[in-house]
């Protein structure tokens, strides 16, 4: 199984503050990775596919980079609606797989 | 607008089972693989089983496979998981969420969850 990591594990920041989170997979993804923002009750939503695009509707604060096994993701500027746990997934391969989460708390 | 709707959770003893579904709207059910995705308390997002767009074909999580059954009616624009042999470790909430045209796709829509527990 493709195993993925994310770093770190949690961090808070200041509103505007950019945020990076990385995305780490044990095996070669190509591009097929995702960014999931879940909210405390509330479903995933997809936030970035294919490792850099941005899902209609989503704000363009919010983005992703990279491609074989090490990938980003960035908040631009940070804003207290943004505060949710993020995830990466790919979808590369079966079993796919998601990262454990970053949780995003504002300073 | 796209909905998917879960129902069929609830409480159920260690080796029971339980079959959940997914009702689907606002979109053409038939041409979309779908998936199950599910959170035990606390935890992360664990992939479950995902189902192609006919019906043909399905995979499974380790942890599941053999116990689980990924099934779906496109007359109805419902999803199914039938759920047996349920362990302690299978409480979570169980989300079911829209695929590609292709099963190696972003999730896209998002059930809003429904909560399974196995307890005595």
């Known amino acids: 199984d493709n195993q993925m990591t994310q770093s770190p594990s949690s961090l808070s920041a200041s509103v505007g503050d950019r945020v990076t989170i990385t995305c780490q997979a044990s095996q070669d993804i190509s591009k097929y990775l995702s960014w999931y923002q879940q909210k405390p009750g509330k479903a995933p939503k997809l936030l970035i596919y294919?490792?850099?695009n941005l899902e209609t509707g989503v704000p363009s604060r919010f983005s992703g980079s990279g491609s074989g096994t090490h990938f980003t993701f960035t908040i631009s500027s940070l804003q207290p609606e943004d505060i949710a746990t993020y995830y990466c997934?790919?979808?590369?391969?079966?079993?796919?797989?998601f990262g454990p989460g970053t949780k995003v708390d504002i300073k | 607008e796209v909905q998917l709707v879960e129902s069929g959770g609830g409480v159920v003893q260690p080796g029971g089972s339980l079959r959940l579904s997914c009702a689907a709207a606002g979109f053409t059910f038939s041409n979309y693989a779908m998936t199950w995705v599910r959170q035990a308390p606390g935890k992360g997002l664990e992939w479950v089983s995902v189902i192609t767009s006919s019906g043909a074909s399905s995979y499974y999580a380790d942890s599941v496979k053999g116990r689980f059954t990924i099934s779906r009616d496109n007359s109805k624009n419902t999803l199914y998981l039938q759920m047996n042999s349920l362990r302690v470790d299978d409480t979570a909430t169980y989300f079911c969420?829209?695929?590609?045209?292709?099963?190696?796709?972003?999730?896209?829509?998002w059930g809003q969850g429904i909560l399974v527990t196995v307890s005595s």
């Open positions: 997934q790919q979808y590369d391969d079966l079993p796919f797989t």
């Open positions: 294919d490792a850099s």
């Open positions: 969420a829209k695929d590609g045209a292709v099963i190696a796709a972003p999730f896209d829509s």
